[in-house]
């Protein structure tokens, strides 16, 4: 048995960080070390990333706003009236709240693998839309998951804002459109955000902003990592990376190594030299024909496509088949 099969055997499957815990294990053990950027959002992971949403230089979240708010009616044109509207990867609720202000909703099932913020989220929705129904679902919702019982008879409208997508090697990113469209049923719908390929400068100025939000962002899984999994990574030895590879169409965020150190996760030892990095996320753009084959090759249906008057962002309305 090779040394990451060793390590990853030797952690319980019984325990209730298992599957944070054998991630971590596996992904520092591979050559190049990497870490699944699912495990950015805990509580103070989320929070920071909602931070991001608010600095000048990151325009995706404005920008799809923007799109979301100016093309609302347009939007809600493909909701079905009475639509379970299930969110994969909720996070805050300032984008459902544009299309619950827009469209007859009947419930809301938001869908996140951070529990205490999902639920957190879900409570303030019930106070302030006293006659909707919201189902949360705790999962990890790239892996399939059930519906709540509740909404199982109405229609399905998916709703994937954020440009997340963007997030998933181009398989994943199959593999979840493939997932997306069974979870949803037939003739369901989906309204999702995705990020375009634009300027090296802007894309290089929102993943590395002045204030160092990102920075923060990309350095808390190794926060997390300790206080979670017994881990002693020296975080300041780590420095935050974000550069576009061109070839690739996407943005790659690394932690690099500032020395050579070791660093333990629950008693398994990890070595780095000077300059190594940890491969932390990846943030493919899409242009608009690209996105189109995607969808399509994955038993999507485009229907209409939306866009800001700069090109920064788009919105894209799907079909599944009846």
């Not at 599957?19 to 870490?35: N, Y």
């Not at 992971?45 to 990151?58: A, H, N």
């Not at 020296?234 to 790659?252: K, L, Q």
Request: charged residues 25%; contains cysteine; glycine residues 6%.
């Amino acid at each position: 048995m090779n040394v990451r099969a060793t390590a990853l055997a030797e952690v319980p499957r019984d325990e209730p960080i298992s599957a944070f815990a054998r991630d971590v294990i596996e992904d520092l053990s591979q050559a190049p070390k990497r870490l699944s950027p699912k495990y950015f959002y805990d509580a103070a992971g989320s929070e920071l990333f909602e931070q991001i949403t608010r600095l000048p230089e990151y325009y995706p979240t404005r920008t799809e706003l923007a799109i979301l708010r100016e093309q609302g009616q347009a939007i809600s044109a493909f909701i079905p009236k009475g639509t379970a509207l299930v969110e994969f990867g909720a996070g805050a609720t300032t984008k459902i709240r544009l299309l619950l202000d827009e469209c007859p909703i009947g419930a809301y099932v938001p869908v996140d693998i951070s529990g205490d913020f999902l639920n957190a989220q879900a409570k303030a929705l019930r106070t302030d839309y006293p006659g909707l129904n919201v189902y949360p679902v705790t999962a990890d919702f790239t892996a399939p998951f059930e519906l709540p019982k509740a909404i199982r008879a109405m229609p399905k409208v998916g709703f994937f804002p954020g440009s997340t997508l963007g997030n998933f090697e181009p398989h994943e990113a199959r593999a979840f459109l493939t997932s997306a469209r069974e979870i949803l049923g037939k003739g369901a719908r989906i309204v999702i955000g995705v990020d375009l390929e634009k300027d090296e400068r802007v894309l290089h100025d929102a993943y590395n902003d002045c204030a160092g939000v990102t920075a923060r962002f990309n350095l808390n899984v190794l926060h997390r990592i300790n206080r979670e999994l017994d881990g002693d990574f020296d975080v300041g030895a780590f420095d935050h990376r974000a550069i576009y590879n061109r070839d690739r169409h996407r943005i790659e965020m690394h932690l690099v190594s500032k020395k050579m150190l070791t660093a333990q996760v629950l008693g398994r030892t990890f070595s780095f030299e000077p300059g190594e990095s940890i491969h932390t996320e990846n943030s493919y753009k899409y242009s608009i024909d690209r996105f189109m084959t995607l969808a399509r090759n994955t038993g999507w249906i485009p229907l209409q496509s939306w866009t800001d008057k700069g090109g920064l962002f788009s919105v894209h309305a799907l079909a599944a088949p009846m």
